[in-house]
T-cell receptor, first 114, second 113 residues
Framework: KAGVTQTPRYLIKTRGQQVTLSCSPI?????VSWYQQTPGQGLQFLFE???????NKGNFPGRFSGRQFSNSRSEMNVSTLELGDSALYLC?????????????FGPGTRLLVL | DQQVKQNSPSLSVQEGRISILNCDYT??????FLWYKKYPAEGPTFLIS???IKDKNEDGRFTVFLNKSAKHLSLHIVPSQPGDSAVYFC????????????WGAGTKLIIKP
């Protein structure tokens, strides 16, 4: 079974621009979560989508948004980029809430904001 | 409020010896705990998990111990190998968090040859 894939793997943007990151979960997984990791920091939870609905949300400003499609693929959008948005953005998928709690991660998208 | 804490930012262990990584939590509603391993510039990889109905789970060189009364879990790696050098994250979840994983800040494990 193919793992979680994220595109693009690397991205360079300038302040004020916007960016869209994509995540394809493991086949059959319906839950997709997004995390931000900056140097020296743990995983900061952004949001989780399940069946095209945002189920959980972390403490990030409204510039960070996401969506999930009917095939469970998810996108994350960051508008009006700031230098502090430079980070590794990770996507994780799991079967569903309830009994399946283990999340499986993609390789991440490295975003650099100049 | 940090519900999952990994108080050691780093740990250095001799190759072949035991590595013990610790994690404390505050929410008594957590009922499932996981350990992940992360190399630089990669996504975390699931290592091992434990349900709150157990106090120990073993998988090869990795064993996780859960002490519910102390709200403490630990990951033991025996014997430690150079490839174990990575950042280890513990995470917890439960009905209280709507099954969202709550993460610790991570512990960087360095295995010395």
């Amino acid at each position: 079974k193919a793992g979680v894939t994220q595109t693009p793997r690397y991205l360079i943007k300038t302040r004020g621009q916007q960016v869209t990151l994509s995540c394809s979960p493991i086949s059959g997984h319906r839950s997709v979560s997004w995390y931000q990791q900056t140097p020296g920091q743990g995983l900061q939870f952004l949001f989780e989508y399940f069946s095209e609905t945002q189920r959980n949300k972390g403490n990030f400003p409204g510039r960070f948004s996401g969506r999930q499609f009917s095939n469970s693929r998810s996108e994350m959008n960051v508008s009006t980029l700031e230098l502090g948005d430079s980070a590794l953005y990770l996507c994780a998928s799991s079967l569903a809430g309830g009994g399946a709690k283990t999340q499986y991660f993609g390789p991440g998208t490295r975003l650099l904001v100049l | 409020d940090q519900q999952v804490k990994q108080n050691s930012p780093s740990l250095s262990v001799q190759e072949g010896r035991i590595s013990i990584l610790n994690c404390d939590y505050t929410n008594s509603m957590f009922d499932y705990f996981l350990w992940y391993k992360k190399y630089p510039a990669e996504g975390p990889t699931f290592l091992i998990s434990i349900s709150s109905i157990k106090d120990k789970n073993e998988d090869g060189r990795f064993t996780v111990f859960l002490n519910k009364s102390a709200k403490h879990l630990s990951l033991h790696i025996v014997p430690s190998q150079p490839g174990d050098s990575a950042v280890y994250f513990c995470a917890a979840t439960g009905t209280d968090s709507n099954y969202q994983l709550i993460w610790g800040a991570g512990t960087k494990l360095i295995i010395k040859p």
